[in-house]
């Protein structure tokens, strides 16, 4: 991990949580053996919990999810969050779960029953069934996806002016548009104007990523082929204009 150094620069005393997000949304990164055991070394030196965000595990291509509870000393001091409307396709179904050490999850209990009360019952024999079942689904789906990024990745890369590393995890990519000098938000606005083609502003996920955009692959192949057609065709246009 490049920046642990900076990372722990960046604890001080007031600090109790490293939250993690691997496979990570928007850019698709994945976090290596290596990276989660210096992640754990700090934690257990600096006495910090972790509460990681492990939606995407299962959405990996040329990659390894490594659970951090699952490294040595780290089960009791990791928050594991974790769902089925990316895994299962279960999108606004609203359930998920979280694992860790008894006694904070009775105190996040105490907050949670007096905001949710419960998921639905629906939703919840859904997830049962979910993960019972024969999980070709996820085999299947996954099979698709990496050949839908391995697309988006190819047309964007033959785009002037775009870089667009290529993800390992979920179903985003997060190109650079920084030689088109347009930050964003209005980056955003005009290829939703005039490519009628929606992302998401990369200053979102920080200011230090104003010059990205957050595109999803996780539609029909037909899509994608009409939406980075209109997208070049913009931008094209955007750099004939400048």
């Given at each position: 991990?490049?920046?642990?150094?900076?990372?722990?620069?960046?604890?001080?005393?007031?600090?109790?949580?490293?939250?993690?997000?691997?496979?990570?949304?928007?850019?698709?990164?994945?976090?290596?053996?290596?990276?989660?055991?210096?992640?754990?070394?700090?934690?257990?030196?600096?006495?910090?919990?972790?509460?990681?965000?492990?939606?995407?595990?299962?959405?990996?291509?040329?990659?390894?999810?490594?659970?951090?509870?699952?490294?040595?000393?780290?089960?009791?001091?990791?928050?594991?969050?974790?769902?089925?409307?990316?895994?299962?396709?279960?999108?606004?179904?609203?359930?998920?779960?979280?694992?860790?050490?008894?006694?904070?999850?009775?105190?996040?209990?105490?907050?949670?029953?007096?905001?949710?009360?419960?998921?639905?019952?629906?939703?919840?024999?859904?997830a049962v069934a979910a993960l019972e079942g024969s999980q070709k689904c996820v085999a299947d789906m996954v099979s698709e996806f990496t050949k839908r990024r391995d697309y988006v990745v190819k047309r964007m890369k033959e785009i002037d002016g775009v870089y667009c590393p290529l993800p390992r995890g979920a179903f985003y990519v997060f190109p650079?548009?920084?030689?088109?000098?347009?930050?964003?938000?209005?980056?955003?606005?005009?290829?939703?104007?005039?490519?009628?083609?929606?992302?998401?502003?990369?200053?979102?996920?920080?200011?230090?990523?104003?010059?990205?955009?957050?595109?999803?692959?996780?539609?029909?192949?037909?899509?994608?082929?009409?939406?980075?057609?209109?997208?070049?065709?913009?931008?094209?246009?955007?750099?004939?204009?400048?």
């Amino acid at each position: 991990m490049q920046h642990s150094n900076e990372l722990e620069r960046r604890i001080s005393e007031k600090t109790k949580i490293i939250l993690l997000n691997s496979p990570q949304n928007p850019t698709g990164s994945v976090l290596e053996l290596n990276d989660l055991k210096k992640l754990a070394d700090l934690a257990e030196r600096r006495n910090l919990l972790v509460v990681t965000d492990e939606v995407y595990e299962k959405l990996l291509y040329d990659a390894t999810h490594v659970s951090m509870a699952s490294l040595p000393g780290m089960l009791d001091r990791t928050i594991t969050i974790n769902g089925f409307s990316k895994t299962y396709a279960m999108i606004g179904w609203r359930i998920g779960y979280c694992v860790g050490r008894k006694s904070l999850l009775d105190e996040m209990v105490k907050t949670h029953s007096y905001s949710v009360t419960s998921a639905n019952s629906i939703a919840q024999k859904a997830a049962v069934a979910a993960l019972e079942g024969s999980q070709k689904c996820v085999a299947d789906m996954v099979s698709e996806f990496t050949k839908r990024r391995d697309y988006v990745v190819k047309r964007m890369k033959e785009i002037d002016g775009v870089y667009c590393p290529l993800p390992r995890g979920a179903f985003y990519v997060f190109p650079n548009f920084s030689e088109f000098r347009r930050r964003s938000f209005e980056l955003a606005e005009y290829l939703l104007t005039e490519a009628k083609i929606i992302t998401v502003p990369g200053v979102e996920y920080g200011p230090s990523n104003d010059f990205h955009l957050r595109l999803s692959f996780a539609t029909s192949m037909r899509n994608l082929e009409t939406g980075l057609s209109r997208l070049e065709e913009a931008l094209d246009k955007l750099r004939n204009n400048s």
